[in-house]
């Protein structure tokens, strides 16, 4: 198969141009806030409309910050040396989820010391609201042609525009459908039944963290920075086995505290 070649800008006015990338990033946070909405109108849920609102808010501003950090620390700190101002050229490209989640812990953290709430209060909250974001992410890596997966002979292996002329694994789309679709359902449907506290954040990083670990195996590894550890271990896979470890952790402890 070939790459569609969509073209990665989905409106032009004048000078101007829209890119799809940038509006998965818009339709995703307006998600967010949808699914926010409706989690903060179930009976006692203990939220209320105008406090998801503020969520959003330091919400965008850790996946933003976050995100642009994450990418020049994680995967091109050399660069960072030699050229500080990388940091701040945002329209150039760039993001990392794993900066993007320490991004949004931060801010999250901000958010439930300043409104008397715990931590995790907060984060349980939030996290069945983040995968259809990440899903929609996927789907701009897809449309601008990049993220690609490694070289393979399957039916719908695709011939992506600068990867070369041999087929590759549409690695993006199966993120999108396992990160994103997947991981979405069974937070929803988790979290949709009263959960001991910390058992929802537990769920989405040992969900997030497998899922990423394992199609990272048909994704092909940065090309500055190849395979990490263990001559086949990737960067992505690296920072997703503390998420697997934590996620545990959370998960055991949130039921043991429960039966005590």
Do not use: C, K
Not at 52 to 81: E, Q, S
Not at 82 to 92: F, H, K, T
Not at 194 to 200: G, I, L, N, Q, S
Not at 227 to 236: E, H, I, K, Q, S
């Amino acid at each position: 198969m070939h790459y569609p070649n969509i073209d990665p800008v989905a409106l032009s006015l004048g000078p101007l141009s829209i890119h799809w990338y940038g509006l998965m990033y818009l339709v995703g946070f307006a998600f967010a806030w949808w699914l926010g909405r409706r989690r903060a109108a179930r009976p006692a849920s203990g939220w209320r409309g105008e406090q998801v609102d503020d969520l959003l808010f330091w919400g965008v501003l850790g996946v933003l910050i976050g995100g642009r950090l994450g990418y020049v620390l994680f995967y091109n700190l050399p660069d960072l040396a030699s050229d500080p101002l990388m940091l701040l050229r945002v329209w150039e490209g760039g993001m990392a989820f794993h900066g993007g989640l320490l991004g949004v812990l931060a801010t999250m953290g901000y958010y439930a010391a300043r409104n008397g709430r715990t931590f995790f209060e907060v984060t349980d909250f939030i996290a069945p609201l983040v995968p259809i974001g990440l899903g929609l992410g996927r789907i701009g890596n897809f449309i601008n042609g990049e993220l690609w997966g490694r070289v393979s002979d399957v039916p719908w292996a695709m011939v992506f525009p600068d990867a070369g002329e041999l087929p590759r694994h549409p690695s993006q789309l199966y993120q999108a459908a396992l990160e994103g679709l997947l991981l979405f359902i069974v937070l929803w449907w988790f979290s949709s039944r009263p959960r001991p506290r910390m058992a929802v954040s537990g769920l989405f990083l040992l969900g997030y963290g497998a899922l990423r670990f394992v199609t990272e195996f048909v994704r092909e590894p940065d090309a500055h920075l190849g395979f990490v550890a263990l001559d086949w271990m990737t960067m992505g896979q690296l920072l997703s086995l503390p998420m697997v470890v934590a996620g545990t952790l959370l998960l055991v402890l949130a039921y043991r505290r429960a039966t005590i």
